[in-house]
């Protein structure tokens, strides 16, 4: 079973709508989460680091439920410039130090 | 200030023979960590460097693979004999902490723009 696993998608979406990204992990002992975007031919970006009280970042709003080992990202009033790949990470802190795990992506493409 | 900078940003070769990769992470970063990201796929985890050891090289796909880090800042990844299913991109990111742990931007890795390595 793949650590950090997501819905690849694609999700076309028009401008103005609001869509939702799923992402579960499997590791329970994991720590911290984080979404990342990647352009096409690009390298990922940090969009957002996930809290368990949950938090947002104007349009975007990420959400933590350890009892069900999933993360979520939301992201309202989408804009053309929203288009990419959305990265799934999971960082499970061990003796040895951290171990990141990525997930393989979920694309999006927002639509005129 | 400076982020995480690679080279060369492409790289193409003949199977058989040797590519050496470098990354210049962060000022200050002590955390230094290299992927490698095949077309439509996701980032696979290679090796961790904490300061100058590697105390996580469960991700080297082969003993081809080998990996340097000297002075705490720039790091090699070396490929020997390389194969065509090496082709990909090889992507080098850092963080402020890694072994010590820590919170939220201090763990924040950032991406370098990756080598696009093409293996003939």
């Known amino acids: 079973r793949k650590e950090v696993e997501q819905d690849p998608g694609p999700f076309n979406v028009p401008e103005g709508a609001t869509v939702a990204f799923n992402c579960t992990y499997s590791n329970s002992a994991s720590q911290s989460f984080f979404w990342y975007r990647q352009d096409c031919r690009k390298e990922p970006k940090l969009l957002m680091s996930v809290y368990s009280s949950g938090n947002e970042d104007g349009r975007f709003t990420a959400q933590l439920n350890r009892a069900s080992q999933y993360i979520s990202l939301l992201i309202r009033d989408s804009k053309l410039s929203d288009s990419a790949t959305y990265l799934c990470?999971?960082?499970?802190?061990?003796?040895?130090?951290?171990?990141?795990?990525f997930g393989t992506g979920t694309s999006l493409t927002v639509i005129p | 200030g400076a982020g995480v900078s690679q080279s060369p940003s492409n790289k193409v070769t003949e199977k058989g023979k040797d590519v050496e990769l470098r990354c210049d992470p962060i000022s200050g970063h002590t955390a230094l960590y290299w992927y490698r990201q095949s077309l439509g796929q996701g980032l696979e985890f290679l090796i961790y460097f904490q300061g100058n050891s590697a105390p996580d090289k469960s991700g080297l796909p082969s003993d081809r693979f080998s990996a340097e880090r000297t002075g705490g800042s720039v790091s090699t990844l070396t490929i020997q004999r390389t194969q065509q299913e090496d082709s990909a991109v090889y992507l080098c990111?850092?963080?402020?902490?890694?072994?010590?742990?820590?919170?939220?931007?201090?763990?924040?890795?950032?991406f370098g723009p990756g080598t696009r390595l093409l293996v003939l």
């Open positions: 990111a850092s963080s402020l902490v890694g072994l010590a742990g820590g919170r939220g931007e201090q763990e924040t890795q950032y």
């Open positions: 990470v999971v960082n499970l802190r061990s003796r040895t130090g951290n171990q990141f795990y």
